[in-house]
């Protein structure tokens, strides 16, 4: 059973710009959550996907935006790019987000210059 | 709010010793809790959840609900159990609340 699959795995984007990143549960999950992981906040919560709609969101700013599709895929936007959103991006998938286990991907690892 | 909490950024013992790994939480609720693991160059795994009561790799943890903590232990550490340790607490759909980490590393 192939896992979580993030790409692109890096990526490099200039202060100001928007970035997508995109990611592929495990098939038949349909619960796909979104964190930043950076070495000053540790991994942080964005936000949670089931079924198309958004059930939980963190902390974040409105520049970071999500969405899910009718095969569960999920993609990650974060518009206007500042400096402190460098960090590794994990995306993780579960069957339902409530007792099931979630699974994580590689991340992907955003530098913003 | 919830909060995790790893006091120990970095854990050093030998092959052999026991090692255990410290987590306290603050919920309000009933807490769901988990150990996740990350070895170098690997992608983060769930090494063990409250609810299962099992033990994985020889590791175990027990929630004690009176002192909120879910510290992880191993009588007998090996080379392999060197790694990147999370404590998380989920608390709502997807939503996992993870502790600083600690990092572990067994030297021979």
């Known amino acids: 059973k192939a896992g979580v699959t993030q790409t692109p795995r890096y990526l490099i984007k200039t202060r100001g710009q928007q970035v997508t990143l995109s990611c592929s549960p495990i098939?038949?999950?349909?619960?796909v959550s979104w964190y930043q992981q950076t070495p000053g906040q540790g991994l942080q919560f964005l936000f949670e996907y089931f079924s198309e709609t958004q059930r939980n969101k963190g902390n974040f700013p409105g520049r970071f935006s999500g969405r899910q599709f009718s095969n569960s895929r999920s993609e990650m936007n974060v518009s206007t790019l500042e400096l402190g959103d460098s960090a590794l991006y994990l995306c993780a998938s579960s069957f339902s987000g409530a007792a099931a286990e979630a699974f994580f991907g590689q991340g992907t690892r955003l530098t913003v210059v | 709010a919830q909060r995790v909490t790893q006091p120990e950024k970095l854990l050093s013992v030998f092959k052999g010793a026991p090692v255990e790994l410290k987590c306290n939480y603050s919920?309000?609720?009933?807490?769901?809790l988990f150990w996740y693991v990350q070895y170098s160059r690997q992608r983060l795994q769930l090494l063990l959840r409250h609810i299962s009561r099992e033990s994985i790799k020889g590791f175990t943890a027990d929630l004690n609900k009176g002192e909120t903590s879910f510290h992880l232990k191993k009588p007998f550490a090996q080379e392999e159990d060197s790694a990147m340790y999370y404590c998380?607490?989920?608390?709502?759909?997807?939503?996992?609340?993870f502790g600083a980490g600690t990092q572990v590393v067994v030297t021979p």
């Open positions: 919920y309000s609720g009933s807490p769901e």
């Open positions: 098939s038949g999950h349909r619960s």
């Open positions: 998380a607490l989920r608390y709502s759909w997807g939503k996992l609340q």
